[in-house]
């Protein structure tokens, strides 16, 4: 198989998934490294097509009629769990974490999170690899992305959050 057309079977692959693809395993597909698939998402994204990387591996975001909805929150990171797992609860996708930092203005991380599954292996991969938070950089206050399924979802996460002393009031 040449390069483009691995390309173009790697983007069909992830059209079919609705869970990320770790490079790793795109790798074994294909019987190519992983930084060759690593390479070929960078082709891809700079060819148009709107892949996301997560901590999980790649996904191609879903159109839906789903609500983004963007929500304050600061803890430490005991509180990483518990805010996440409210988050998926609700029956909201954790999009991402944002905080703004004084240097580099607004830093992003994927995290594409829709179960408590999703959860405890993104903590997982945090503690295995001794992992600093994005929140650290700003003590504790961060923004998240949620896809919500509806509004009376997203107001159940803010008073969650707010219950269990997460929510940022600034």
């Known amino acids: 198989m040449d390069a483009a057309a691995r390309r173009a079977a790697i983007l069909s ?3 079919q998934n609705d ?3 770790s490079a790793a395993a795109l790798a074994r597909e294909f019987a190519v490294s992983r930084q060759i698939i690593v390479g070929d998402v960078a082709l891809l994204r700079a060819g148009g097509a709107d892949i996301a990387a997560t901590p999980r591996g790649y996904v191609l975001p879903r159109d839906s009629a789903a609500l983004l909805r963007t929500v304050a929150c600061v803890h430490d990171r005991e509180g990483m769990a518990r805010e996440l797992e409210i988050m998926v609860d609700q029956g909201c996708q954790v999009v991402d974490v944002v ?3 004084p240097i580099y203005g607004q830093l992003a991380g994927q995290l594409h999170l829709s179960s408590r599954y999703d959860v405890q ?3 997982r991969s ?3 690899n001794q992992a ?4 650290d950089l700003t003590g504790g206050i961060h923004l998240h992305t949620l896809r919500c399924p509806s509004e009376e979802a997203f107001q159940r996460v803010r008073a969650a959050l707010d ?3 997460l ?3 600034g």
């Open 13 to 15: 692959r992830l059209e």
């Open 19 to 21: 869970h990320p693809v």
């Open 99 to 101: 905080v703004e930092h």
């Open 121 to 123: 292996e993104f903590i």
């Open 126 to 128: 945090v503690s295995k």
């Open 132 to 135: 600093n938070l994005l929140s």
């Open 163 to 165: 219950e269990a002393g």
């Open 167 to 169: 929510l940022w009031k």
